[in-house]
Antibody, heavy 123, light 108 residues
Framework: QVQLVQSGAEVKKPGASVKVSCKASGYTFTTYGVSWVRQAPGQGLEWMGWVNTYDGNTDYALRFEGRVIMTADIPTTTAYMELRSLRSDDTAIYYC????????????????WGRGTTVTVSS | EIVLTQSPGTLSLSPGERATLSCRASQTVTSSYLAWYLQKPGQAPRLLIYDASTRATGIPDRFSGSGSGTDFTLTISRLDPEDFAVYYCQQYGSSPITFGQGTRLEIK
C-alpha cells in the first residue's frame, strides 16, 4: 500500500543539525513531490517546504531559508529534511507528506502522510 | 503569504448533530485550492477535502466542503463519535502553503 515511513525520534543539542528521512513505497516516487510540515507541542501545523523528487528542485518557506535542506534520493525512494542551527523552539514533530506539484503550483492537497518524527532540542 | 483564520476555535456538539466549521483567507485562494484535514491525538493529519469541495479517497459523504474566494466551510452532516478531533484548513494555491490555526471539535 501507499505509505511514507519516517526515521526515529532524535534528541539534539542547540546549534546541532538533524536529518530526518521519509521512505516512500507503493507508488511511483518521482510522480509526487514531498512536503515537510512540523507541529510544535500543542500547536498547529506549519509548512516548511517541498522537494521535487524528480529533479531535486525545492520550494522553502521563507522563515526556513538558509537553515533547511530538502533532498530526494530516487534509487532508495527516500526524501530527506535537514535542519541546521537547531534552537529549542525547533522542538516539534516533523511530518513528511506526499504533495503533487511543480514548486510554483500545488494540487490535490497532501494525501499521504508519514507518522511523524519527534525532534527534541535540549541542552 | 495567505493567512487563514478558522472559527470557532472550539465547537462543542453532540453525536448526531451537524457541525459547521469556517475558514477565512486574507486574500483570494487561487482556484479554490483549499483543503481540510482532521487530526486525532497522537496521529498525523488526514486529508478530508481538497479543491474546496472534493472528498478524498475513503472519506464518508457526511463530510462536505464548500466556498470560494476567501470564505470556505466544512460541514459534517451527522457527527459520529470518531469525528471529534482537531480540523485544519490549508491553502495550496500559492506558495507558501499555509494552514489555519485549527478548530477543536469536542463532545458536548
Amino acid at each position: 500500500q501507499v505509505q511514507l515511513v519516517q526515521s526515529g525520534a532524535e534528541v539534539k543539542k542547540p546549534g546541532a543539525s538533524v536529518k530526518v528521512s521519509c521512505k516512500a513505497s507503493g507508488y511511483t516516487f518521482t510522480t509526487y513531490g514531498v512536503s515537510w510540515v512540523r507541529q510544535a507541542p500543542g500547536q498547529g501545523l506549519e509548512w516548511m517546504g517541498w522537494v521535487n523528487t524528480y529533479d531535486g528542485n525545492t520550494d522553502y518557506a521563507l522563515r526556513f531559508e538558509g537553515r533547511v535542506i530538502m533532498t530526494a534520493d530516487i534509487p532508495t525512494t527516500t526524501a530527506y529534511m535537514e535542519l541546521r542551527s537547531l534552537r529549542s523552539d525547533d522542538t516539534a514533530i516533523y511530518y513528511c507528506a506526499r504533495t503533487y506539484g511543480s514548486g510554483d503550483d500545488y494540487y490535490y492537497g497532501m494525501d499521504v502522510w508519514g507518522r511523524g518524527t519527534t525532534v527534541t532540542v535540549s541542552s | 503569504e495567505i493567512v487563514l483564520t478558522q472559527s470557532p476555535g472550539t465547537l462543542s456538539l453532540s453525536p448526531g448533530e451537524r457541525a459547521t466549521l469556517s475558514c477565512r483567507a486574507s486574500q483570494t485562494v487561487t482556484s479554490s485550492y483549499l483543503a481540510w484535514y482532521l487530526q486525532k491525538p497522537g496521529q498525523a493529519p488526514r486529508l478530508l477535502i481538497y479543491d474546496a469541495s472534493t472528498r478524498a479517497t475513503g472519506i464518508p459523504d457526511r463530510f462536505s466542503g464548500s466556498g470560494s474566494g476567501t470564505d470556505f466551510t466544512l460541514t459534517i452532516s451527522r457527527l459520529d463519535p470518531e469525528d471529534f478531533a482537531v480540523y485544519y484548513c490549508q491553502q495550496y494555491g500559492s506558495s507558501p502553503i499555509t494552514f489555519g490555526q485549527g478548530t477543536r471539535l469536542e463532545i458536548k
